[in-house]
């Protein structure tokens, strides 16, 4: 209820004075309704030179084959499939945010949900593109699925986790569409009612006819609440499935009962990461630094710390269960890793991923915007080595050393990389244009509870237990949103 | 006999407009729907609106999609193409698993959402049927048919006595028509 106020210990999740809904608004669409800046168009060109390169080498890719790729006889999945596990990871920070955090009545979700499933849907289509691409006949990707065929019918092979992939990331990608278009809907409506001329025609189709009215929010919620519990299981099956494709075969490194919790705590670490990548930057350009604040930095920061420490436990534990399972084949793999000629990669992965995330423990550290976004690359550095060194280095010795190889990237391998990025980047840019970056109707849900200025006015009342209004004022310390001489006569 | 069509009463505030509804609602004056940027907590057990059952819906579409798929597998592995893999036996439940619980999902997800769609009317390209532009912007809008509930004054002060902005008298019920 929109009467009842919150305990004045939490942290406010809007700051700044003077909000109200019709600023809200102003705020959110602000980069919808005008031209874009200076910065936007760095970025897009930029982003757009990347997804060109994509384009130009993966129809390489198309017209030659993967022979053009680095790949040989001992390793025969290297940087396409380290691509696609490294972006179906970074989506699942979306859909965590959207919900498992709804379930958890986690409010300060509400202004980063919209933004971050975007991500997701992005990031999905990353990763899809690498499936396709490492088909080698992309054309015939329907063989995937179980269509009637004149070979018998010969149907798919239901025993492989590559088939529970197919689905698995169908569904996750299908599922996170539907999720954020439902909840786009509101949102879009209200770009409609302000815009005019084709603008309003376009968002009027898109809008699907929203209007608001009670039955409708009330279904809306419904909707929403059980989307987001059934997105739940789903998004922890997705990287569970994932971590089937390499878990399920006999290769030593890979067939390990830990991967499915740790490759979901991973895929989480990865996501939060490149959430904060994106969100730093955002917050800045697009002026929201009233609905994303110090608040959410932090948070999103202590959740990169957990998962990155679980993370870190997964690697101790997988080696030495190599060593204590006495099975030789195993333990050469892993000592492999760390000493062998891939060295390099296995410390990189250590140090980018268990070793810097633990300064997130210094609070000093958890608000210091540069800082943070430079850890939340290294982090993504550091989650893109994990996948590298789980499949290259269990691969490139085998069981006769004759065949023992490295495995050198081609420039089409790195191109299709490379460009997946400016893909990603690509087309976030263009959600932030043309839609709402921040679900505008959760974060006026939370104007009159949990903002900066409804808890001013709670102070300004006077009923409040003086203790707590002190730890109230100095948790806003951390805040470059808020303005703190006004809490000084306090 | 007024051309009014209907009433708005647009608040600035929801719990302003909380109470619009209750001054109504003691008059005995039947509200025609409410317009909110946002959903408000509360509002359906005021305005009598029954739970949404779209948990049954989405119950329903998922167990159909579960046995969809099991037959599926069932059919393809276990009757028409039974493979030998070294001897195991060909109803491996376990490999059902995931493929069962994906396409639950898939279809308690699609199917929920399509019938919200449709119960509510939502579809690209309906022509949306807004009576206050700023409904989904920082107006909570109260709409009273004007037809049969006279006097339009009294009607009128109360929205006004619990804190309307401003009282629109439409003489048109969609101002997105245009």
New interface residues.
């Given amino acids: 209820?929109?009467?009842h106020s919150e305990s004045i210990i939490r942290e406010p999740l809007i700051t700044g004075k003077d909000i109200?809904?019709?600023k809200i608004?102003n705020d959110v669409l602000f980069p919808v309704e005008n031209k874009p800046n200076m910065a936007w168009w760095v970025g897009f060109t930029l982003a757009s030179l990347g997804a060109a390169l994509w384009v130009f080498s993966i129809s390489w890719t198309f017209w030659f084959g993967v022979g053009e790729w680095g790949l040989n006889k001992t390793v025969g999945w290297a940087w396409d499939i380290t691509g696609f596990v490294w972006w179906v990871g970074i989506g699942h920070a979306g859909t965590l945010i959207s919900a498992v955090l709804l379930i958890f009545r986690q409010n300060w979700r509400n202004s980063i949900n919209r933004s971050a499933e975007a991500m997701t849907i992005f990031a999905v289509i990353c990763a899809a593109t690498y499936i396709f691409g490492h088909m080698g006949r992309p054309w015939l990707a329907y063989w995937t699925l179980?269509l009637p065929n004149q070979y018998?019918?010969?149907?798919?092979n239901?025993?492989s986790a590559l088939?529970?992939d197919v689905?698995?990331i169908s569904?996750y990608f299908?599922?996170s569409l539907?999720?954020w278009y439902?909840g786009l809907?509101?949102d879009i409506?209200?770009i409609?009612?302000?815009a005019t001329g084709l603008r309003r025609r376009i968002y009027?189709?898109?809008?699907?006819?929203?209007?608001?009215?009670?039955?409708?929010?009330?279904?809306?919620?419904?909707?929403s609440l059980?989307?987001a519990g059934?997105?739940t299981?789903?998004v922890l099956?997705v990287h569970t499935?994932v971590s089937?494709d390499f878990a399920t075969s006999l290769e030593p490194g890979w067939h390990t009962t830990i991967f499915p919790p740790y490759f979901v705590a991973g895929a989480i670490f990865s996501g939060f990461a490149m959430v904060q990548t994106l969100l730093l930057i955002a917050r800045k350009v697009l002026g929201l630094e009233n609905y994303i604040t110090m608040f959410h930095i932090e948070s999103m920061n202590k959740i990169i710390l957990l998962t990155g420490s679980i993370v870190g436990v997964a690697y101790i534990t997988e080696f030495f269960i190599a060593w204590y399972s006495g099975v030789e084949y195993e333990q050469y793999a892993f000592i492999n890793r760390a000493t062998g000629p891939y060295w390099w990669a296995y410390w990189s992965m250590m140090t980018c991923n268990v070793i810097t995330p633990q300064l997130f423990w210094f609070k000093k550290i958890r608000i210091n915007i540069p800082f943070a976004w430079v850890l939340s690359i290294i982090v993504n550095i550091g989650m893109w080595f994990e996948r590298f060194v789980i499949i290259v280095t269990s691969l490139h010795r085998d069981y006769i050393p004759s065949s023992w190889v490295m495995f050198y990237p081609t420039w089409t391998d790195v191109g299709i990389f490379v460009g997946s990025i400016g893909l990603f980047f690509t087309m976030f840019l263009l959600f932030i244009r043309v839609l709402p970056s921040v679900a505008?109707?959760?974060v006026?849900?939370l104007l009159?509870t949990s903002s900066e200025q409804a808890k001013k006015k709670l102070i300004d009342e006077g009923h409040l237990d003086p203790t707590h209004v002190d730890d109230y004022t100095t948790a806003l310390e951390k805040y470059d949103s808020v303005d703190l001489t006004q809490y000084q006569k306090a | 006999m007024s051309s009014t069509k209907f009433i708005l009463g647009c608040f600035d505030d929801p719990d302003n407009m909380m109470h619009g509804i209750e001054n109504l609602q003691k008059n005995s004056i039947p509200i025609y729907d409410v317009y909110t940027p946002m959903p408000i907590h509360g509002i359906e057990a005021k305005l009598g609106v029954k739970e949404s059952r779209l948990g049954y819906a989405a119950f329903c579409f998922g167990c159909l999609g579960g046995s969809v798929i099991f037959s599926i597998l069932y059919y393809t592995l276990v009757h028409d193409w039974p493979m030998n893999v070294g001897g195991k036996p060909h109803f491996a439940m376990p490999n059902f698993v995931p493929f069962t619980f994906e396409w639950t999902i898939l279809f308690a997800a699609f199917g929920m959402v399509f019938t919200f769609y449709a119960a509510t009317h939502l579809f690209p390209g309906r022509a949306p049927r807004v009576m206050d532009l700023r409904a989904t912007d920082d107006r909570f809008v109260i709409a009273v048919d004007a037809k049969g509930n006279v006097p339009h004054d009294d009607i009128t002060r109360l929205l006004q006595e619990a804190g309307a902005v401003e009282v629109k008298h439409n003489e048109r019920k969609y101002v997105s028509y245009e």
């Fill in positions: 209820m929109a009467s109200t809904y019709a608004t179980p018998g019918s010969l149907w798919v239901w025993n088939m529970m689905f698995a569904t299908s599922v539907i999720f439902t809907l509101p409506a209200s409609r009612d302000r009027s189709v898109l809008s699907f006819g929203w209007t608001g009215s009670v039955k409708t929010w009330q279904r809306f919620e419904t909707v059980i989307l059934i997105s299981p789903l099956s499935i089937f505008m109707a959760e006026k849900l009159k």
